[in-house]
Nanobody, 117 residues
Framework: VLLQASGGGLVQTGGSLRLSCAAS????????MSWYRQAPGKQREFVAS???????NYANSVKGRFTISRDNAKNTVSLQLSNLKPEDTAVYYC????????????WGQGTLVTVSS
């Protein structure tokens, strides 16, 4: 499985960004697709996930501001980031696993989101 994330950048507080992840591989169409992030000096943390049938799950810190979606036909997953805050600054990683939190899940290379105050 290959995951290619894109869409990061620099944005002001309150701004928006859209991250995309293109996935390829044998079981991508059935995988649980997730986004994680890692801020400087902190551990990687869960942001959001979406199953093949569209069931979503969000970290409390992003609920109401971020929206995850997937296009099963194109094998892509997106993360719409809105009302961004400086604490959202992190490298965002795309993840594909058979289930949420799978230890052997696949990871993309990460895309940096920087929110200026």
């Amino acid at each position: 499985v290959l995951l290619q994330a894109s869409g990061g950048g620099l944005v002001q507080t309150g701004g928006s960004l859209r991250l995309s992840c293109a996935a390829s591989g044998r079981y991508v169409s059935t995988a649980v697709m997730s986004w994680y992030r890692q801020a400087p000096g902190k551990q990687r943390e869960f942001v959001a996930s979406v199953t093949r049938d569209g069931t979503t799950n969000y970290a409390n810190s992003v609920k109401g501001r971020f929206t995850i979606s997937r296009d099963n036909a194109k094998n892509t997953v997106s993360l719409q980031l809105s009302n961004l805050k400086p604490e959202d600054t992190a490298v965002y990683y795309c993840n594909a696993g058979r289930f949420l939190g799978e230890k052997n899940a696949y990871w993309g290379q990460g895309t940096l989101v920087t929110v200026s105050s």
